[in-house]
């Protein structure tokens, strides 16, 4: 009875200690990982936010807003049949009014149904397609294929339809030599065929016989 009394006690002693030992890791587990947790807390504090983030919130911001396209074209014809085409190196909305788009690098080329073509080519400019309207700007260099080439500073032109025009003057040279205006127009008649270059607003030509004679 004796042994069997010990051995009894013996496996009670053996559940406790588990017991105890389950309970005690309950209670430091928890700790230790606290105490991890808050080690790297205090390591972060030393390091600089504004070190570590590329970008502040402010370039965040704006990079949201700029939504960039690259590379886009619009391309369009004419009940004549006359090709037109807008491209630019990018685009992005114009944050004012989002219907409207602000390029870079745009150009223009208008190919009529007679063959003949004409294009722009501007630093930048702004395309709003519901109003049939682009306006290029900076630099605007207006060629045609026969043989005018025309430098302004602002050009307004449709974008499905043969119209163009520079509320300031144009420089260029052409077939009759070189010239400047205070004004110019490109149109089509009342048919929308025949279109043609108008030069208004004091027009000053230096003639050129030689080309005449070519």
């Not at 807008?86 to 114009?94: E, G």
Request: aromatic letters at 8%.
């Amino acid at each position: 009875m004796i042994a069997c009394a010990s051995g009894w006690a013996e496996m009670f002693g053996r559940g406790d200690f588990y017991s105890r030992l389950v309970a005690w890791l309950k209670i430091l587990l928890p700790l230790a990982a606290l105490g991890i947790l808050s080690t790297l807390f205090l390591l972060s504090r030393n390091i600089d936010p504004a070190t570590t983030i590329p970008f502040t919130t402010i370039d965040l911001r704006e990079r949201a807003r700029d939504e960039r396209v690259t590379a886009p074209e619009f391309a369009g014809a004419t009940e004549q049949g006359d090709l037109i085409l807008f491209r630019s190196s990018s685009a992005r909305p114009d944050p004012e009014n989002p219907s409207r788009g602000l390029a870079d690098t745009l150009s223009a080329r208008i190919t009529f149904a007679s063959g003949a073509t004409i294009t722009f080519t501007a630093e930048e400019g702004i395309v709003d397609q519901r109003r049939d309207r682009a306006e290029l700007s900076g630099d605007v260099v207006v060629t045609s294929s026969t043989g005018y080439e025309i430098t302004t500073e602002h050009l307004i032109s449709g974008m499905r339809t043969i119209h163009a025009e520079t509320p300031g003057a144009v420089a260029g040279t052409g077939p009759p030599g070189d010239f400047t205006a205070g004004r110019m127009l490109l149109t089509t008649d009342e048919n929308g065929e025949n279109a043609r270059l108008l030069f208004t607003d004091g027009v000053k030509l230096l003639y050129d016989p030689q080309d005449t004679k070519e």
